[in-house]
């Protein structure tokens, strides 16, 4: 079964402090993918960056970083120099060799000015 | 411009009613998936195809059943609608490709009365 688990409902941080938010998986595949999503409050799903089972390093894109632990099962987001524009929802998902794309439950993030 | 686009944003049926949710993709996609958004429970996911005719059976299937007569058309139908299925309902695409992220469309809120 493949399964994701986002452990933090909401979160809190200040404009231009870091923050991470947490993802670990389950599967037993070998070979997967790993997304981030945000999601603003107009509804629409932003894809934010990507890391493979198979990356030896961790994925980044601009303010965005991946921290991936393949042996911890975990894929954490970190973002860099927050604006009041990363307030959203934000979603781990994972895409398993199936070809089936599971997402967590999500985390509330909230730029605090 | 990539484009998912779900046929309807907003969608009022009676109980029991059969419900149809279209949504249609120009990118040529083999995958596709339908999901379910409701507070607190993130993107749950309905059922998927990975190719015409081809339809997988997701996280939460029952009572829904899925169509795809067509690459670029994937249909969700609700074969008698409850009043639990009164959710948001999120279309997506992707290549088969676990490097590539998959595209949304813009989501249908359904309510069921």
């Known amino acids: 079964a493949q399964k994701i688990t986002q452990t933090q409902p909401g979160m809190f941080v200040q404009e231009k402090e870091a923050v991470t938010l947490d993802c670990t998986y389950d599967t037993s595949d070998q070979s997967y993918g790993l997304f981030w999503y945000k999601q603003p409050s107009s509804g629409e799903m932003i894809f934010l960056i990507y890391q493979g089972s198979y990356d030896e390093q961790n994925a980044t894109e601009g303010r965005y970083s991946l921290n991936f632990q393949k042996a911890r099962k975990s894929a954490n987001l970190v973002i860099s120099a927050s604006q009041l524009g990363d307030s959203a929802m934000y979603f781990c998902?994972?895409?398993?060799?199936?070809?089936?794309?599971?997402f967590g439950k999500g985390t509330l993030l909230t730029v605090n000015p | 411009d990539v484009k998912v686009t779900q046929s309807s944003r907003y969608l009022v049926k009676r109980t029991g009613e059969k419900v149809f949710l279209e949504c249609v993709q120009d990118?040529?996609?083999?995958?596709m998936f339908w999901y379910r958004q409701d507070p607190g429970l993130g993107l749950r996911l309905i059922y998927f195809?990975?190719?015409?005719?081809?339809?997988e059976k997701g996280d939460i299937p029952e009572g829904y059943s899925v169509s795809r007569e067509k690459k670029e058309r994937f249909s969700l139908i609700l074969e008698s609608a409850s009043t639990n299925q009164t959710s948001m309902y999120l279309c997506a695409s992707s290549i088969p490709d676990r490097n590539t992220e998959a595209f949304f469309g813009q989501g249908t809120r359904l309510t069921v009365v």
């Open positions: 195809s990975y190719d015409v005719k081809m339809k």
């Open positions: 990118m040529d996609h083999e995958n």
């Open positions: 998902a994972m895409l398993g060799s199936n070809y089936k794309l599971t």
